[in-house]
């Protein structure tokens, strides 16, 4: 019974996680953002192509994508299902990884959609807060540095996976290994998902980021 609630609440998460709040809101101000700048449904490209405004909003949803159901299962779904405590750490692993993949390839836009960075930032949060606040850092400033979006998302993800094993071996967080090593995997998915945009760094082709008046 509990693995059947469990194949029943992960597949809700798919769903919340797959809600393209992107291309809501590019339809929102009458474009399909599919069809627009970089043709991703993330924050960035709504940002480049709507304005700053929605942008904000697109990243703050996304964000929001990503925290709640980690929260809502961290908070109560152990208690209501009788979750071993032992157990819960897996299951909190396997929410952000659903909820991040329902961003990525969301079913309502045929598996099509952003970078995960907004998702699986607010998924992070709630499992390596201080963390997140260090990557948000090292964001804004390679961001202002460069002017460049996707080297400040590569660095940053990998400063997160950093700072989250600093912080644990330093006893600010109780992490299992296992956590750890999924903070990991989850920045080196997110590097993996800009391997376009290595390349035309490397290649000096990449666009810096020009604010929408």
């Known amino acids: ?3 059947i609630h469990l194949i029943i609440l992960f597949v809700i998460v798919y769903l919340f996680g797959s809600i393209p709040w992107g291309f809501i809101l590019g339809k929102l101000n009458g474009i399909d953002i599919r069809e627009h700048g970089s043709c991703s449904t993330g924050a960035t490209n709504v940002t480049r192509t709507v304005g700053k405004r929605w942008g904000i909003t697109c990243f703050v949803l996304d964000f929001l994508k990503g925290c709640i159901p980690v929260i809502c299962f961290k908070t ?3 208690g209501l299902f009788n979750i071993p405590e032992n157990f819960c750490g897996i299951v909190v692993i396997i929410v ?3 909820t991040v993949v329902g961003h ?4 309502y836009l045929k598996f099509k959609g952003g970078k995960g960075i907004a998702t699986g930032t607010g998924a992070l949060v709630a499992i390596t807060p201080l963390a997140i606040v260090c990557g ?3 964001w804004v400033i390679i961001f202002k540095l460069s002017r460049y979006v996707s080297l400040a998302s590569i660095i940053a993800a990998l400063a997160v996976a950093v700072f989250t094993i600093i912080f ?3 006893g600010y967080y109780t992490m299992p290994i296992s956590n750890q090593i999924f903070v990991i995997f989850l920045a080196l998915f997110a590097i993996y998902k800009h391997s376009s945009n290595i390349k035309r760094l490397l290649s000096g082709t990449e666009n810096r980021f020009e604010k929408k008046k």
Do not use: T
């Open 104 to 107: 990525i390839y969301p079913i």
């Open 76 to 78: 109560f779904i152990p």
């Open 96 to 98: 952000i990884l659903i």
């Open 168 to 170: 644990s071996a330093a």
């Open 1 to 3: 019974m509990l693995l």
């Open 136 to 138: 948000l850092i090292v």
